[in-house]
């Protein structure tokens, strides 16, 4: 499989609190990354709010330089990049927004807004081409060409994210990274701008990199799935393994928040307590150690490095075997979910009673 976008010992360091006398610390927002993406694939970053997923989205998309480590897309490191050959990295790799009414300038109709990255990447179109191409991207986000002289506040949130890709689509990129595409967005309407997204990977051999709190979002979505915690990766394989054999503590706390049925009432849980300590001051050795119901002295004393564990998938942690040999409890009583698990696991709920039900 073809790598298109690498990580390599990324990190990502901000200065805070210093003054001419005084220096300051370093918030490490992403440390020491280390990922592969193949082309073609969907790829999914996990973890909780604070541990670094955007920060890591934005360095691979060069629209921050790291601190440490490179990011290499299609075999070349992107910090080296100049001029020109920066224009052609925007036009590779795209970005899909959050907030599908904040991300759209409200004063430009949706013809200028799917115009704007035409002009600027493909400027051999003639004005009626541009147009003919703006219909057909609408067209293809699955909305009414004859609706792009239309402003955003003319459309519902979901439609605004349509026409968020349809925009992120028009350079005609190789790899789209959305940041929490659908979590500002309907749980009603969720599963569809989910569907579009999976469909036009398929159509167009994307890649797609996707950040979500909902892991059941990104079950269904993904290939293969990182998990992050404190700026780190902490485990990182296919998504199919990483869900039925979770091997990291941490993962194993996050795959608890999710709903009995998606794993069979037989699993029990494991709970995620606390707050994540502060990336100001991350604790010594494995920065989970504070939260983790296994840690020991080691855990301390040293940082674990990734390890392979099974073909593709890899976790840094000192006890992954101990860890992976005690059977993971999911309790109904998840909390934290968003939304749309939330409304999922009633959903799950309702069907689980009725089966029980004589
Ligand atoms: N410009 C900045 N200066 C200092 N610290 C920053 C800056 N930007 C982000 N951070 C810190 O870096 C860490 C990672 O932030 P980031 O936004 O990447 O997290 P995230 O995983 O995307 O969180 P969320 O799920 O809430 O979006 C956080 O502790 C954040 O406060
Ligand atoms: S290294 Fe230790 S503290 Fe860290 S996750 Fe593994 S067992 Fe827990
Ligand atoms: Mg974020």
Request: glycine share 8%; charged share 20%.
């Amino acid at each position: 499989m073809t790598v298109i976008v690498e990580a390599q010992d990324l990190g990502k360091h901000y200065p805070v609190g210093g003054n001419l006398l005084q220096k300051g610390t370093s918030l490490k927002a992403v440390d020491g990354v280390n990922l592969k993406v193949h082309a073609g694939e969907t790829f999914a970053i996990v973890g909780e709010s604070g541990c670094g997923k955007s920060t890591l989205a934005r360095l691979l998309m060069r629209l921050m330089l790291p601190t440490s480590g490179e990011v290499i897309f299609e075999g070349r490191a992107i910090a080296k990049l100049k001029g020109a050959e920066v224009r052609a990295l925007r036009k590779d790799l795209q970005f899909i927004f959050q907030d599908p009414f904040s991300s759209l300038n409200p004063r430009m109709t949706v013809a200028q807004l799917i115009a704007e990255p035409l002009e600027i990447h493909r400027p051999n179109l003639t004005a009626g081409e541009r147009r003919k191409e703006v219909g057909r991207l609408l067209a293809e986000v699955g909305l009414r060409p004859s609706h792009m002289d239309r402003y955003p506040h003319e459309f519902s949130g979901g439609q605004r994210q349509r026409i968020g890709i349809a925009r992120a689509l028009a350079s005609d990129p190789k790899v789209v990274i959305a940041d929490e595409p659908v979590s500002a967005l309907d749980v009603s309407v969720q599963a569809q701008v989910v569907n579009l997204m999976g469909d036009l990977c398929d159509q167009r051999g994307l890649t797609l990199i996707v950040i979500a709190h909902d892991l059941a979002v990104i079950r269904h979505m993904s290939d293969r799935i990182a998990v992050m915690y404190l700026g780190r990766v902490v485990e990182t394989g296919p998504t199919d393994e990483v869900f039925a054999n979770p091997r990291h503590p941490y993962t194993r706390a996050l795959m608890s928040a999710i709903p009995v049925a998606e794993f069979g009432a037989t699993q029990s849980r494991q709970h995620l307590s606390g707050e994540p300590p502060s990336p100001l001051a991350p604790p010594s050795g494995c920065s989970f150690r504070t939260r983790c119901p296994f840690a020991t002295e080691i855990c301390a004393q040293m940082q674990p490095v990734n390890e392979t564990v099974a073909p593709g998938t890899e976790v840094a942690c000192h006890h992954w075997r101990d860890v992976s040999s005690v059977s993971l409890t999911i309790a109904a009583s998840a909390t934290g979910r968003s939304p749309g698990a939330e409304a999922r696991f009633a959903m799950y709920r309702t069907a689980l009673a009725n089966q029980d039900s004589p």
